[in-house]
């Protein structure tokens, strides 16, 4: 079975500053990894996703993560916070199984300070 | 193009009546996702559609809940005699499937409150 951690309930950064929110997860096969961002009263939105290849991986809006094997981690980065990255981000796994569905972490809120 | 859209945005009703929820899947996708989002439990896993049958249903948290697809499209969540515990966000999703790594496209939502 599948799980994902994300350490921190709650991010602040302040606008212009790096982001960084973490996700751990646990697989028994090689895993498939997406991050999700949700705006409020939203669906979910997909940043980018890890599936084979490049363990660098760049998304949208200058978000980027990379998949670490060693320390089975996928952490999103961003260089620089703008006010409108202020969301909630969710990072998943998808299931070795057929349907493929998603396990998610519990999610981040992210907060841009002025 | 269209994306995944859900209907009603918000239902609100009282304990023990039925609810319906529908999805409207990207046109062409043959995969369709449940999830439910709470406070409590976060985002989970309800069921799974290929086409018309779901081979995985082992998200629904009680025999109160149900789903169908039909024409390989529009799918439907029942929930009978609802609950307080029932309230959240029911979250629809679709995929194409051509390969296992397709990306799952969410649309925006039904919150349905139990009263």
């Known amino acids: 079975a599948q799980s994902v951690t994300q350490l921190g309930s709650h991010v602040s950064v302040s606008e212009g500053a790096l982001v960084l929110l973490r996700c751990n997860y646990s697989?028994?096969?090689?895993?498939?990894l997406f991050w999700y961002v949700q705006y409020p009263n939203q669906g979910l939105q997909l940043l980018l996703k890890?599936?084979?290849?490049?363990?660098l991986v760049k998304g949208i809006n200058g978000f980027e993560a990379e998949f670490k094997k060693s320390e089975t981690s996928f952490h999103l980065t961003k260089p620089s916070a703008h006010m409108s990255d202020a969301a909630e981000y969710f990072c998943?796994?998808?299931?070795?199984?057929?349907?493929?569905?998603?396990?998610f972490g519990s999610g981040t809120q992210l907060t841009v300070l002025p | 193009g269209a994306g995944v859209s859900q209907s009603p945005s918000n239902k609100v009703t009282e304990k023990g009546k039925d609810v319906e929820l529908r999805c409207d899947p990207i046109?062409?996708?043959?995969?369709l996702y449940w999830y439910r989002q709470s406070l409590g439990q976060g985002l989970e896993f309800l069921i799974y559609?290929?086409?018309?049958?779901?081979?995985?249903k082992s998200g629904l948290p009680s025999d109160r809940f149900s789903a169908e697809r039909t024409g390989g499209s529009v799918s439907t969540l029942t929930i009978q005699r609802t609950q307080q515990e029932d309230s959240a966000v029911y979250l629809c999703?679709?995929?194409?499937?051509?390969?296992?790594?397709?990306?799952?496209?969410f649309g925006p939502g039904t919150r349905l409150t139990v009263l």
């Open positions: 999703a679709s995929s194409s499937k051509r390969t296992n790594t397709d990306t799952q496209y």
């Open positions: 697989s028994s096969v090689p895993p498939y």
């Open positions: 890890y599936t084979t290849g490049a363990t």
């Open positions: 998943a796994v998808s299931s070795s199984g057929s349907a493929r569905q998603l396990t």
């Open positions: 046109s062409g996708h043959t995969a």
């Open positions: 559609f290929q086409g018309n049958s779901a081979p995985d």
